[in-house]
């Protein structure tokens, strides 16, 4: 059984799949071990008490960036954690916590990477005036979304979109993304060349 | 009758599918009366010749980027040109030559735009460990691989992908794309709002 840990600052819809992934075996022989969020008062934590799921916040707010992570990574490991997923995690990790959790630390993000890193994502691809965007599960490096790419899923932006019509369309597309990549994770049968993750 | 002029540098590839479309009434109203290239004994233009169209070469070795440009405009405006397409063209082009076409100049490029602008995009997506690729239609303005998107097809990366079975599918798109592209501007029922171009 392997433990997957979350963390969140929101409403944490991508955590809402996964669960319902993981409950439902299409992320087989995992549960989530813990759920932590950043923040007081999240839909994410609502969420995980609904489920059932253990939870905690550890706020960072006035808090330095590495303590902070000192205390989330010491709950995680105490669960032996062996799978961090990010879910809306407003808030950069330090190399330090990056180190402890090496190629275990997945997150999401809501455009083809390269393309569009950095807030609001969505937004930023549909000024641009592409015709394709996408999502994309990345492993964590010490970079901004930045790691090594598990699983991208492209969405077409249609002509009646807006932004928040194409952001809807992209979530859909993460929900699917993220669980496909903990499982490609989870079974381990990839190696990385280069910065290509290359399934066996 | 509306007139392509086609710009060129070496085998053409999207040249000859444009050319294809043409004769085959897919791109309809619409005749290439010119194919242009910028080299001495380029498959492209014994294509041109195979296929009984007019063609040119004006070599640009030597020649100031302006001064070329001239005499290509030259040739495209004698031939009441109402679209020029790069078709692998490697040149640059002056702003002087892209304000004579203003929003009548387009480009394909192998990546899914804003990602991998420049030369050899595919071996850069590859590289980079991209999961989705694509090409990407656009309007030619003074800044490389930079005008606004009319279309973009996805393509996926395979896991037995290497950078040359990915360039082929990649290939195959963009001569599907090119054509698409083609007709929506050669329509016209659309209008650039930002850098997005939005169908009526």
């Keep these: 059984m392997k433990n997957i840990g979350m963390l969140l600052s929101g409403r944490g819809s991508n955590f809402e799949a996964i669960a319902k992934n993981v409950a439902e075996r299409r992320i087989p022989d995992a549960r989530i071990a813990i759920v932590i969020s950043n923040k007081h008062e999240t839909a994410g934590i609502e969420t995980a008490r609904r489920l059932g799921l253990e939870s905690l916040v550890i706020p960072s707010k006035g808090m330095q960036r590495e303590e902070h992570d000192r205390a989330v990574a010491a709950e995680l490991k105490k669960r032996n954690v062996d799978l961090v997923c990010l879910a809306g995690y407003m808030r950069l990790l330090s190399?330090?916590?990056?180190?402890?959790?090496p190629r275990r630390i997945l997150n999401i993000h809501p455009s083809l990477l390269p393309a569009f890193p950095g807030l609001e994502a969505q937004q930023q691809?549909?000024?641009?005036?592409?015709?394709?965007?996408?999502?994309?599960?990345?492993?964590?490096?010490?970079?901004?979304?930045?790691?090594?790419?598990?699983?991208?899923?492209?969405?077409?932006?249609?002509?009646?979109?807006?932004?928040h019509t194409l952001a809807a369309r992209i979530l859909d597309q993460e929900h699917i993304a993220y669980t496909e990549a903990i499982n490609v994770v989870l079974e381990g049968n990839f190696q990385i060349v280069g910065r290509r993750l290359v399934r066996k």
């Design 125 to 163: 691809a549909f000024a641009y005036g592409v015709k394709v965007s996408g999502c994309s599960v990345h492993f964590v490096d010490e970079e901004l979304d930045h790691g090594p790419i598990i699983v991208q899923r492209a969405v077409n932006v249609q002509d009646g979109d807006d932004e």
């Design 95 to 101: 190399p330090w916590f990056v180190q402890q959790f």
